[in-house]
Protein backbone atom coordinates (compact mmCIF):
# COMPACT_ATOMS: atom_id res chain seq x y z
CA UNK A 1 0.00 0.00 0.00
CA UNK A 2 1.03 3.18 -1.28
CA UNK A 3 1.58 6.35 1.61
CA UNK A 4 2.57 9.74 1.19
CA UNK A 5 2.62 11.49 4.22
CA UNK A 6 3.20 15.39 4.52
CA UNK A 7 4.56 16.90 7.20
CA UNK A 8 5.94 20.69 8.05
CA UNK A 9 2.83 22.57 7.42
CA UNK A 10 2.26 25.82 10.18
CA UNK A 11 1.33 29.25 10.72
CA UNK A 12 4.11 31.59 9.64
CA UNK A 13 4.34 35.39 9.55
CA UNK A 14 4.61 36.95 6.14
CA UNK A 15 8.79 36.85 5.20
CA UNK A 16 9.37 33.88 7.26
CA UNK A 17 10.35 30.01 6.30
CA UNK A 18 9.25 26.78 6.40
CA UNK A 19 10.28 23.16 5.28
CA UNK A 20 7.97 20.84 4.05
CA UNK A 21 8.72 16.92 4.40
CA UNK A 22 6.89 14.15 2.77
CA UNK A 23 7.61 10.72 3.80
CA UNK A 24 6.92 8.35 0.97
CA UNK A 25 6.51 4.23 1.35
CA UNK A 26 4.78 0.96 -0.44
CA UNK A 27 6.51 2.43 -3.54
CA UNK A 28 10.02 2.33 -5.05
CA UNK A 29 10.55 6.23 -4.35
CA UNK A 30 13.90 6.27 -7.04
CA UNK A 31 11.68 5.19 -9.77
CA UNK A 32 9.12 8.24 -8.79
CA UNK A 33 8.94 11.83 -10.03
CA UNK A 34 7.40 13.89 -7.08
CA UNK A 35 5.86 16.96 -7.16
CA UNK A 36 4.13 19.68 -4.69
CA UNK A 37 0.80 21.15 -5.56
CA UNK A 38 -1.31 23.91 -3.43
CA UNK A 39 -4.96 24.51 -3.40
CA UNK A 40 -5.87 27.62 -1.91
CA UNK A 41 -9.58 27.99 -1.08
CA UNK A 42 -12.14 28.52 -3.87
CA UNK A 43 -9.07 28.20 -6.35
CA UNK A 44 -8.08 25.23 -8.26
CA UNK A 45 -5.00 22.60 -7.23
CA UNK A 46 -1.92 23.80 -8.42
CA UNK A 47 1.76 22.79 -9.34
CA UNK A 48 3.84 24.08 -7.09
CA UNK A 49 7.68 22.54 -7.89
CA UNK A 50 8.25 19.49 -9.34
CA UNK A 51 11.83 17.20 -9.37
CA UNK A 52 12.40 14.32 -11.76
CA UNK A 53 14.39 11.08 -11.20
CA UNK A 54 17.24 12.44 -11.87
CA UNK A 55 18.05 15.24 -8.87
CA UNK A 56 19.00 18.23 -11.08
CA UNK A 57 15.70 18.40 -12.96
CA UNK A 58 13.36 20.52 -11.32
CA UNK A 59 10.32 22.80 -12.89
CA UNK A 60 8.77 25.90 -10.16
CA UNK A 61 5.76 28.09 -11.05
CA UNK A 62 6.60 31.48 -11.14
CA UNK A 63 5.37 32.53 -7.84
CA UNK A 64 7.77 30.45 -6.12
CA UNK A 65 10.94 30.77 -8.41
CA UNK A 66 13.59 32.10 -6.14
CA UNK A 67 11.75 31.81 -2.95
CA UNK A 68 11.59 27.52 -3.22
CA UNK A 69 13.79 24.75 -3.07
CA UNK A 70 12.58 20.97 -3.83
CA UNK A 71 15.11 18.12 -2.67
CA UNK A 72 14.53 14.38 -2.39
CA UNK A 73 16.88 12.40 -0.26
CA UNK A 74 15.99 8.76 -2.15
CA UNK A 75 17.93 6.84 0.58
CA UNK A 76 15.11 8.65 2.94
CA UNK A 77 12.25 8.04 0.83
CA UNK A 78 11.38 11.42 1.21
CA UNK A 79 10.88 14.47 -0.70
CA UNK A 80 11.69 18.37 0.61
CA UNK A 81 9.85 21.47 -0.42
CA UNK A 82 11.68 24.77 1.32
CA UNK A 83 10.10 28.05 1.07
CA UNK A 84 11.43 31.07 2.06
CA UNK A 85 10.16 34.57 1.96
CA UNK A 86 6.59 33.40 2.47
CA UNK A 87 3.88 35.71 1.31
CA UNK A 88 0.23 35.38 2.36
CA UNK A 89 -0.81 34.56 -1.04
CA UNK A 90 1.38 31.74 -0.48
CA UNK A 91 -1.82 30.09 2.65
CA UNK A 92 -2.62 26.71 0.65
CA UNK A 93 -3.07 23.22 1.60
CA UNK A 94 0.11 21.75 0.36
CA UNK A 95 -0.52 17.50 -1.35
CA UNK A 96 2.83 16.08 -2.82
CA UNK A 97 2.41 13.60 -5.74
CA UNK A 98 4.38 10.81 -7.04
CA UNK A 99 4.41 9.96 -10.21
CA UNK A 100 5.70 7.48 -13.34
CA UNK A 101 4.47 6.71 -16.81
CA UNK A 102 2.08 4.40 -17.23
CA UNK A 103 1.04 4.36 -13.46
CA UNK A 104 -1.53 6.42 -11.80
CA UNK A 105 -0.39 9.05 -9.33
CA UNK A 106 -0.29 9.40 -5.64
CA UNK A 107 -0.80 11.74 -3.48
CA UNK A 108 -0.49 12.33 0.08
CA UNK A 109 -3.44 13.54 2.29
CA UNK A 110 -2.27 17.72 2.29
CA UNK A 111 -0.67 19.84 5.20
CA UNK A 112 -1.62 23.34 5.67
CA UNK A 113 0.16 26.14 5.28
CA UNK A 114 -0.87 29.75 6.82
CA UNK A 115 1.22 32.69 6.08
CA UNK A 116 -0.60 35.68 8.48
CA UNK A 117 0.68 38.46 10.60
Known amino acids: QVQLVESGGGLVQPGGSLRLSCAAS????????MSWHRQAPGKERELVAL????????IYTDSVKGRSTISRDNAKNTVYLQMNSLKTEDTAVYYC??????????WGQGTQVTVSS
Open 26 to 33: GLTFSAYA
Open 51 to 58: MGIAAGST
Open 97 to 106: RAFRTGVNPY
